[in-house]
């Protein structure tokens, strides 16, 4: 067997697996934080186009939406159902990472790059998720493949799908504007400056405007928006080695100081490499090749960053915001290096891309089908559910749950999998008030003492905590609502009272029970929220409740929900209660009660 027919063997052996284990996961691995609120926020509703959505969000990655909602209408609301856009862009990423290996002339170069490209752990992670980081990850591989073809052929076709690939890649993770802009100059630099591509330069106009200028301009509007309203919140500006190598480096290669000065050397190398490589040039069209394109990308977006960042004060990308960096390092690492050991033939040269070997070893010792290597502390098991579900059977009020806003969401979107009523509230747990709590013990949360410990999850440090002695609940008030056609009215009192007397100094419970009729049967964003207002008409007190979290798929059925609170501030002057139809569909309310409990802790005897 020859050596290419070897790799290619190997390669689809390696690929295969790749695709089988992201499978896997996707089906397996809990959904996060970020994953559900983009369930709930764009997808469920059918509301994810700029400019037209209710809820503006850095979240809101544009492609991913819009391939979730088309797939969730097919297949349903299940995990796979929702990241199965990602997966499909894995084949993608590996058809078109082995078209790009099979341009490198050296073997063991190409076994550097497979090396590097399908087995580094935390990149391939993000094809079994429901985010745009995977999809624009495939995309982009496609994009760069057909400017590599655009550079050898000089024909119109690779390189419109170079434009095209790279517009869907932004579209599905916005930072990879400044690749596409990149891309867009090294195509147009390479069209007027190479000879091939001298002829019928008009026919290239339509798609430089059509694909590339305008897309970006819009999609540039659309980033200084979101900045504007100050959503490009993740990251920061201490620098770009502080903010996104280090917040890198610990998911891809382990916590080790060694990763950070190898990578130094190999950048370091790697730029030398460029600079011998084009030093002697003197015309323009001998840069345009893709051992420079990928080196140019690289740096490019390096420098963009950094404009960005220390001009424009845009924050620099923390960890997964920066992912796109890895592919590119990779690349131009692996470009360069074939070019060189071309040039010079001696495996010396092979030090260049060892450490990219490292990556399957890396691999060995990360691969799991329980959990994510950023999100791992997001996850809840299943026991957490089971103790819950068993504690209430019998009930006729659920107990409380307190955790943070990501178990609130996570809690949400596999309850519906049990047939307890009871719902995560979000806010400090040091109220002492929930009957269960769900801490982190990563963060060194000290148990209060009158909690104990039920149960344990190792991968998340997370505990599921009883309170030792339940607060009983006393019957303050309770009041039923009429059935009344709501219209599309966006807000609904249920209850509202202005004398608190009877409130303040005491810790409430407030159960609602009624049935929801939606337009259409179809679910829509309607909270549930407790508001305690001040003298001032500040609020001491607002907990909403989204009640389309748990009612995924209509709202043709009984609700009932209970909230607790923290005790009622001396000087409150109004408590209300309130749904609130965000999207202003057109519903009805019947058969609503609202009871009022006063939580206290019963004296000992």
């Known amino acids: 067997m020859s050596k290419l027919k070897a790799y290619k063997s190997s390669y689809f052996v390696f690929a295969i697996f790749i695709m089988v284990y992201c499978v896997i996961r996707a089906i397996y691995v809990g959904m996060v934080h970020d994953e559900v609120t983009t369930f709930y926020h764009f997808i469920l509703p059918v509301d994810f186009i700029p400019y037209q959505t209710k809820i503006w969000d850095a979240n809101n990655h544009i492609l991913n939406s819009l391939l979730g909602v088309i797939s969730s209408t097919f297949f349903g609301y299940s995990p796979l159902a929702l990241r199965l856009p990602n997966l499909l862009s894995l084949v993608l990423y590996l058809f078109y990472t082995y078209k790009l290996s099979l341009v490198i002339k050296d073997f063991f170069v190409k076994y550097a790059l497979v090396a590097g490209l399908l087995f580094s752990h935390f990149f391939v992670e993000y094809f079994s998720l429901c985010r745009g980081y995977g999809l624009s990850m495939g995309f982009l591989m496609g994009g760069l493949y057909y400017v590599h073809c655009y550079y050898s052929t000089s024909k119109l076709k690779p390189f419109v799908l170079s434009l095209v690939f790279l517009l869907l890649a932004s579209l599905a993770n916005l930072t990879l504007i400044n690749t596409f802009i990149l891309t867009l100059l090294a195509l147009i630099t390479h069209l007027f400056f190479n000879r091939k591509a001298i002829t019928n330069k008009l026919f290239y106009f339509l798609p430089i405007f059509l694909i590339g200028v305008i897309p970006i301009f819009l999609l540039a509007i659309y980033g200084f928006e979101l900045k504007e309203r100050g959503l490009l919140y993740y990251g920061g500006l201490s620098g770009f080695w502080s903010m996104t190598i280090e917040t890198l480096l610990p998911y891809f290669v382990g916590e080790t100081v060694v990763s950070g000065v190898v990578l130094v050397l190999l950048f370091i190398g790697l730029i030398a490499v460029l600079v011998v490589f084009n030093l002697p040039k003197r015309k323009i069209s001998s840069f345009l090749t893709s051992c420079n394109l990928f080196g140019f990308l690289l740096i490019g977006n390096w420098l963009a960053t950094l404009f960005l960042g220390y001009v424009l004060g845009t924050n620099f990308p923390e960890d997964r915001t920066g992912l796109y960096f890895y592919p590119l390092f990779i690349l131009a690492l692996v470009f360069a290096a074939d070019r060189l050991l071309e040039l010079f033939p001696n495996k010396k040269f092979y030090l260049f891309v060892l450490p990219l070997f490292y990556f399957p070893i890396h691999f060995i010792f990360t691969a799991n089908l329980s959990h994510h290597s950023f999100w791992f502390f997001e996850r809840i098991p299943d026991s957490f559910y089971s103790k819950i579900e068993e504690a209430n059977k019998g009930r006729e009020e659920p107990f409380t749950l307190g955790g943070y806003f990501s178990d609130q969401s996570v809690w949400a979107f596999y309850?519906?999998?049990?047939?307890?009523?009871?719902?995560?509230?979000?806010?400090?747990?040091?109220?002492?008030?929930?009957?269960?709590?769900?801490?982190?013990?990563?963060?060194?949360?000290?148990?209060?003492?009158?909690?104990?410990?039920?149960?344990?999850?190792?991968?998340?440090?997370?505990?599921?905590?009883?309170?030792?002695?339940?607060?009983?609940?006393?019957?303050?008030?309770?009041?039923?609502?009429?059935?009344?056609?709501?219209?599309?009215?966006?807000?609904?009192?249920?209850?509202?009272?202005?004398?608190?007397?009877?409130?303040?100094?005491?810790?409430?419970?407030?159960?609602?029970?009624?049935?929801?009729?939606?337009?259409?049967?179809?679910?829509?964003?309607?909270?549930?929220?407790?508001?305690?207002?001040?003298?001032?008409?500040?609020?001491?007190?607002?907990?909403?409740?989204?009640?389309?979290?748990?009612?995924?798929?209509?709202?043709?059925?009984?609700?009932?929900?209970g909230i607790y609170s923290p005790k009622i501030e001396e000087g409150s002057t109004s408590m209300v209660v309130y749904l609130w139809n965000i999207y202003k569909e057109e519903y009805s309310v019947k058969n609503a009660s609202v009871s009022i409990y006063e939580l206290q802790e019963e004296p000992n005897l």
Request: charged share 30%.
């Open 415 to 561: 309850n519906d999998e049990y047939t307890n009523s009871t719902v995560v509230q979000s806010f400090d747990f040091q109220t002492n008030i929930a009957d269960y709590a769900i801490y982190r013990n990563s963060r060194n949360q000290v148990i209060p003492d009158n909690y104990e410990v039920v149960e344990y999850d190792e991968i998340s440090e997370k505990s599921l905590l009883k309170r030792k002695q339940l607060l009983s609940r006393k019957v303050i008030h309770t009041t039923d609502v009429l059935q009344k056609k709501m219209g599309s009215d966006e807000f609904f009192e249920l209850y509202k009272t202005d004398l608190l007397d009877r409130y303040v100094g005491k810790n409430i419970y407030v159960l609602f029970e009624f049935e929801m009729d939606v337009k259409n049967g179809k679910t829509t964003p309607i909270n549930l929220v407790l508001a305690v207002d001040n003298k001032e008409e500040e609020k001491n007190i607002y907990e909403p409740f989204y009640i389309h979290w748990h009612q995924k798929k209509s709202f043709n059925n009984q609700i009932k929900y």
